[in-house]
């Protein structure tokens, strides 16, 4: 995700020399590659996130495209009255880009987590949000983000995420792409757990269930009318984020059904509780109920 | 024409005045920093034209002290950003003008205060945005002395020397107070000069009450490659002996007795107050 993330910014950094690639000693490793490239378009503040936000609201003001791009936890969760005052409020072109979304640093526990990003950065007027699921979608939110104006956020997964959708993939106008056909079930994915959410509709399927699945890659303006679309003639809708069940994607279904109708939801995130364990991805995806088998299981019961 | 001290006389008039309409503000804050955005404005020291606004070559300044938008919106008026008319709404209903300057309701105001903290990590980025495009401009940031218990402020301290940003001045409103006490009392040890020293910066000390000495330093640029703070020393509520030094007044106005000292030490007439 990073490698498509930083080619696609260098493909328009070479374009507009007002693109700047701003980090706060947490890079890529494309960094330096960057750096030899594009002098003078990259700036490292250390370990400072509200300086390093603050500092590119001050410098989109003065007519730069700043990149910022940092781990997502320490860039929302941290810098977010920036990200409010300077950033949304102000209504001016930062992008940000929250790597190691979800459970990704899933050595480290919650302090690394970026579980909650999407419910918080939601509320903010002016803030388009990208939640792409492959490195083809990542390549697509930058190109995206320089393209939209105002605020942007990306919100990426370090996972070596598999890709889905192809070299030539092009980004639905809706933010929604629709990954399996299936009517009777149709699960609703965003970010790098599509690979599991893939798998448990394969189950379902095997085991008889019309299921289908979408992708959603922009959560932020949420195409609600694609969405109801999508849904229609299905007995059950779900949600499946690595992210808390409370304000992302389930909250977002939550409210568009219960203002517009449509069916049953059910969530599965992490519900009301910072994510246990420590290790592998797999396993603490496992742990926490978020792996293809326990998706599968969750829906199965849903269903009943 | 008026004579500096008459005409800052006049400014703080009409500052209150103007709050007293609007119901309320930030006066002692305001009177405290008056001289040194009547110097960055009026006595020029900063490049600038309320006509083009957003001219790329102009200095920038951002209030980081949000707190005192009146007496920047009172000086921007004084400069030719708007209108006296425009003044009078402030706090008005549907006014575009509140408490705290906003950029998305004046041109000229170059980023939105109001919460503490956010003026120098901006301030650097315009600044670093100035050298990217070799426009030999400055920025200024006014922050308050309390102001300087953000964390924010000295991740930008740190970084201002790193980067190297010797078109950025911070001019300190050393006031001494904040909202319930006195600086000193909030943090013990303040000791700006050796503490800005002991970080790179180069520092000067002035008046902040006194226009020429203001206008002689922040009319000279910085030292090569060092971002630099300018500690004006200031009396919060500077103007009307009630309100000096005393921190009951941070976002208070007059009642009907304080009043009429406010009316004599301001030099208002009976019918300027009705």
């Known amino acids: 995700m990073q490698r498509a993330y930083m080619s696609a910014l260098m493909e328009l950094a070479e374009k507009d020399k007002n693109i700047l690639h701003l980090i706060a000693d947490s890079g890529t490793g494309f960094d330096e590659m960057f750096r030899r490239n594009f002098p003078g378009q990259m700036y490292n503040f250390g370990i400072s996130e509200q300086l390093m936000t603050g500092a590119a609201a001050g410098m989109a003001i003065a007519g730069k495209i700043p990149f910022v791009f940092t781990y997502g936890s320490f860039l929302v969760h941290r810098a977010f009255e920036f990200i409010r005052n300077d950033i949304c409020f102000q209504n001016i072109s930062v992008k940000m880009a929250g790597m190691g979304c ?23 007027p002016n803030l388009t949000l990208l939640s792409p699921a492959t490195p083809a979608q990542t390549a697509e939110s930058v190109r995206t983000a320089y393209e939209t104006p105002g605020p942007v956020y990306v919100r990426i997964g370090m996972n070596n995420e598999r890709e889905f959708f192809g070299e030539s993939y092009t980004p639905s106008i809706s933010g929604l792409d629709e990954v399996i056909t299936g009517r009777e079930v149709v699960v609703f994915s965003t970010g790098s757990i599509l690979a599991e959410a893939y798998e448990a509709v394969n189950l379902l399927r095997e085991s008889g269930v019309d299921a289908g699945l979408v992708n959603v890659w922009r959560l932020k303006p949420f195409d609600s009318g694609a969405f109801l679309e999508a849904v229609k003639g299905a007995g059950l809708v779900v949600s499946v984020e690595e992210h808390s069940i409370h304000g992302g994607l389930g909250g977002i279904l939550s409210e568009v059904i219960a203002e517009k109708g449509g069916p049953r939801l059910r969530r599965i995130g992490l519900a009301d509780k910072f994510a246990a364990g420590y290790g592998t991805l797999e396993r603490v995806r496992a742990e926490n109920g978020l792996d293809a088998k326990s998706i599968y299981e969750s829906i199965t019961e849903a269903m009943r | 024409m008026l004579n500096y001290d008459d005409e800052l006389k006049d400014l703080r008039r009409q500052i209150f005045l103007t709050a007293r309409k609007g119901g309320t503000s930030h006066l002692a804050s305001c009177f405290s920093c008056l001289e040194i955005l009547y110097t960055l404005y009026i006595r020029h020291v900063m490049n600038f034209d309320p006509e083009n606004p957003d001219m790329p070559e102009r200095d920038r300044l951002i209030l980081s002290k949000g707190h005192a938008g009146l007496a920047l919106y009172t000086v921007m008026c004084r400069a030719g950003y708007l209108t006296p008319e425009k003044l009078a709404t402030y706090l008005q209903p549907r006014t575009e003008l509140g408490g705290e ?21 901006a301030g650097i980025g315009m600044a670093l945005a100035q050298k990217m495009d070799a426009i030999p401009a400055r920025t200024f940031v006014l922050v308050g002395d309390g102001e300087l218990q953000e964390g924010s402020v000295w ?37 700006w000069r050796r503490k800005f020293e002991a970080f790179g910066w180069s520092v000067d000390e002035v008046d902040g009450h006194n226009v020429d000495e203001l206008e002689r330093v922040l009319s000279t640029g910085n030292v090569t490659g060092l971002p630099r703070l300018v500690i004006a020393h200031t009396v919060k509520g500077k103007g009307v002996s009630l309100m000096e030094n005393n921190p009951l007044w941070h976002f208070r106005m007059p009642n009907r007795k304080e009043s009429k000292i406010f009316a004599a030490e301001l030099g208002l007439t009976q019918e300027e107050m009705n």
């Open chain 1, 102 to 124: 979800g459970l990704s640093v899933s050595t480290l526990g919650p302090s690394h987590h970026t579980t909650e990003d999407i419910s918080v950065l939601r509320s903010l």
């Open chain 2, 101 to 121: 300057p906003s950029r998305r309701d004046l041109k000229g105001i170059e980023t939105s205060t109001g919460s503490l903290g956010h003026g120098l990590p």
């Open chain 2, 155 to 191: 991740e930008g301290v740190i970084s201002a020397r790193a980067f190297g940003l010797d078109n950025l001045v911070m001019i300190l409103d050393c006031n001494g107070l904040q909202k319930m006490c006195t600086v000193e009392e909030t943090i013990s040890f303040v000791e």
